[in-house]
C-alpha cells in the first residue's frame, strides 16, 4: 500500500487510520502487507507494526505541494523496488488517494503489478464542484483511475460521482465503506457529570456534539452555529460542543459572539485519544452536517459510542433515516429540524444510537471491510 499518512507515521485526516486499520485487518486474513509511507523525524525506515511492514520514505515540504508529493512518489517506488528485489514481487500495489498515486503507477509500468486505486474524495468534489480545485491534481486523478485495475470509493455515494467524473465503467468500481474499531469507545463512564464538568456543562445539560477539521466549510461547522438559536427554543440547556481546528472555529467563534450564544457554545479545538472517547460519550447526539463528505468517519465513532446521528444528506456513509439517524438537508434548517427531532424523545435517540452500535461492530468492522477488499483484489 501507498499512502501519504499512517497512524505509525505522520497522521493527517481520514486516510490514516484507513490505510493503518485495513493493512492490519488483511494481515490478520493471512496476507503479508507492507505499507510505503512518509516517515515523521526521529522514526526508523523500516518497522514491523502489528505483523505489517512499514517502509518510510523522506518527504521534505516545498512551496509546491504537488511536486512534494511526486518526489514522494519518487521514493515510495524505488524503496518498493528495492524491497521486491529482496523479497520477491509484489501480487498488489494499491495506492489511497492522488497524493500517493504516481507510486502506483510506477509500480505498474516498471513491475507490470496489478494495481488498485482507493478514491477518498474527489479534487473536484473538495474544491467546491466542477472546474474547481487543481487542475493538475484532477489530471492525476485521471491517470490513476486509467492505470489502476480497479477503482475503490468508500461509499456508494463517491462511486456515483468518480464514474461521472472520469467517464470509467462502473463494473471497474467498487463501492467498500471504510470501517471502524468499535473497541476504542468500549465501556460506560464512570461519572459522566464529572466530564460535563471539565466543560462547564450541567449534568442535565443536553450536548449536540461536532467533530471535524473547521478549514473551509466543507464540514460544515458554520451551519451549525448558525442552527443554535432554533436548537436552545428546543432545550434552552442544550450545549453545542465543536472539537476541531482551523479558520472556520474562528468563524463560528465570532458568530456565536454576534449571535449572543456564546454561552451555549464549546469551540476546543483538536481533541485526540481518549478525551475524545469521552466527548462522545457525554454526546446525546452526533451531527455531522458537511457539505461535501464522500464517507463521514465521524458517522462510525458515533454509532461506536452507542450515539444518534444527525448527518447531511451528502454524507456518504449509510446512515438509514429513523433508524440508526436522522438525514437532513446541508441546512441550518435541516440540521435544527434533526436535532429537534432528538430532543423530542431522547429514549428513541438512544435506541436508534444502538441500532447504529450494531451496525458499526458487524457490518462496517474493518474485517468486514478486508474481506471485501480481498475480493477487490482477486475478482477480475
Excluded at 53 to 78: G, I, L
Excluded at 234 to 246: L, T
Excluded at 344 to 355: I, L, P, Q, V, W
Amino acid at each position: 500500500m501507498f499512502s501519504w499518512e499512517s497512524l505509525h507515521s505522520i497522521t493527517v485526516g481520514g486516510v490514516a487510520p484507513h490505510v493503518t486499520e485495513l493493512a492490519a485487518a488483511l494481515q490478520r486474513r493471512g496476507h503479508e502487507v507492507h505499507v510505503f509511507t512518509r516517515r515523521k523525524e526521529g522514526q526508523q525506515l523500516h518497522e514491523e507494526i502489528y505483523g505489517v511492514q512499514y517502509h518510510r520514505v523522506n518527504s521534505p515540504p516545498t512551496d509546491d505541494f504537488v511536486d512534494q508529493m511526486e518526489k514522494m512518489c519518487n521514493s515510495m517506488a524505488w524503496c518498493f523496488g528495492e524491497t521486491a528485489a529482496l523479497i520477491g514481487d509484489f501480487d498488489i500495489a494499491h495506492a489511497h488517494d492522488w497524493m500517493a498515486c504516481k507510486a502506483m503507477v510506477q509500480c505498474k509500468n516498471t513491475h507490470g503489478t496489478r494495481c488498485i486505486f482507493t478514491f477518498h474524495s474527489t479534487e473536484q468534489g473538495r474544491s467546491g464542484g466542477p472546474g474547481g480545485g487543481s487542475s493538475r491534481v484532477t489530471e492525476w486523478e485521471g491517470e490513476a483511475t486509467f492505470v489502476a485495475d480497479r477503482v475503490i470509493c468508500v461509499s456508494e455515494r463517491l462511486k456515483v460521482e468518480v464514474v461521472e467524473l472520469f467517464q470509467i465503467p462502473e463494473s471497474k468500481v467498487w463501492a467498500i465503506n471504510n470501517g471502524i474499531q468499535c473497541s476504542r469507545f468500549d465501556g460506560m463512564l464512570e461519572d459522566p457529570a464529572a466530564v460535563k464538568g471539565c466543560y462547564d456543562i450541567g449534568p442535565l445539560d443536553p450536548v449536540v456534539l461536532f467533530v471535524g477539521r473547521m478549514v473551509g466549510g466543507m464540514k460544515g461547522g458554520d451551519l451549525l452555529v448558525e442552527a443554535v438559536p432554533d436548537i436552545l427554543q428546543c432545550h434552552g440547556g442544550a450545549k453545542v460542543v465543536f472539537v476541531g481546528d482551523g479558520d472556520n472555529k474562528m468563524h463560528c467563534d465570532h458568530r456565536a459572539k454576534e449571535m449572543n450564544i456564546e454561552g451555549s457554545c464549546r469551540f476546543l479545538g483538536a481533541r485526540s485519544g481518549e478525551e475524545l472517547v469521552n466527548l462522545f460519550k457525554i454526546a446525546d447526539v452526533v451531527v455531522v452536517p458537511s457539505r461535501y463528505e464522500p464517507f463521514g468517519l465521524t458517522v462510525c465513532e458515533a454509532w461506536a459510542a452507542g450515539k444518534v446521528v444527525v448527518a447531511s444528506d451528502q454524507v456518504g456513509c449509510p446512515v438509514q433515516n429513523g433508524e440508526d439517524g436522522w438525514v437532513v438537508s446541508a441546512t441550518t434548517e435541516g440540521i435544527a429540524w434533526g436535532v429537534s427531532e432528538v430532543f423530542k424523545d431522547f429514549d428513541r435517540a438512544r435506541e436508534m444510537g444502538s441500532k447504529g452500535r450494531v451496525k458499526a461492530a458487524f457490518s462496517l468492522s474493518w474485517d468486514t471491510c478486508a474481506e471485501i477488499t480481498e475480493k477487490a483484489y482477486t475478482e477480475f
